[in-house]
């Protein structure tokens, strides 16, 4: 069984496993990798299977012997990953000059590069139109000025709630 192992460092400077067999491609959290049935579970999501312990376990030691983590265009969160933005469908939007990659979909066509910075930009807006939090999130840089002008005495504030992965996190880098 011949496999590539590497640690790379996210955009989001998270620690992954890359795992390459025949073409095939996987980014494995440290943590799957804390047995060989873990370790094999998240392979077979990616489609590499491990069928036997003994490889398994070759791998958790070659995954242990892994000397530094290395920067990598490797996007793992939803919304801005460095200058690259991840959508829900994993798909990523990169600038005209980066090929950035999913952690979570490393075998499917998910980057999508741009030809120019306008292009990009038009991109990651098309996404954005219509979200109602993105139109308020994009407004609150221009509230206090405007409460300056009408006198507006009393200190108002509001707070976004919602469950992981709606997007609080893209809204407060936007605004």
């Not at 047995?35 to 995954?63: C, F, M, R, T, Y």
């Not at 990523?92 to 292009?119: G, Y």
Request: glycine residues 6%; aromatic residues 6%.
């Amino acid at each position: 069984m011949k496999l590539n192992v590497t640690g790379v460092s996210s955009l989001n400077h998270r620690n992954w496993i890359a795992i390459e067999r025949m073409g095939l491609k996987a980014y494995i959290s440290p943590h799957d990798c804390s047995s060989p049935q873990k370790l094999k579970g998240a392979l077979v999501e990616a489609g590499i299977v491990i069928a036997s312990k003994k490889d398994a376990d070759a791998l958790l030691e070659a995954i242990d012997a892994i000397p530094d983590y290395l920067p990598a265009l490797l996007a793992d969160g939803l919304g801005w990953n460095g200058p690259c933005y991840q959508l829900p469908s994993s798909e990523v939007i990169s600038p005209p000059d980066l090929e950035c990659e999913s952690a979570f979909a490393p075998n499917r066509e998910t980057n999508l590069p741009s030809d120019d910075l306008e292009t990009w930009q038009h991109d990651v807006v098309t996404h954005l139109a219509n979200n109602p939090l993105g139109l308020l999130a994009l407004a609150i840089p221009f509230v206090a000025p405007l409460l300056k002008l009408i006198s507006f005495e009393r200190i108002q504030a509001f707070e976004i709630v919602s469950g992981g992965g709606t997007g609080k996190s893209t809204l407060q880098h936007l605004s």
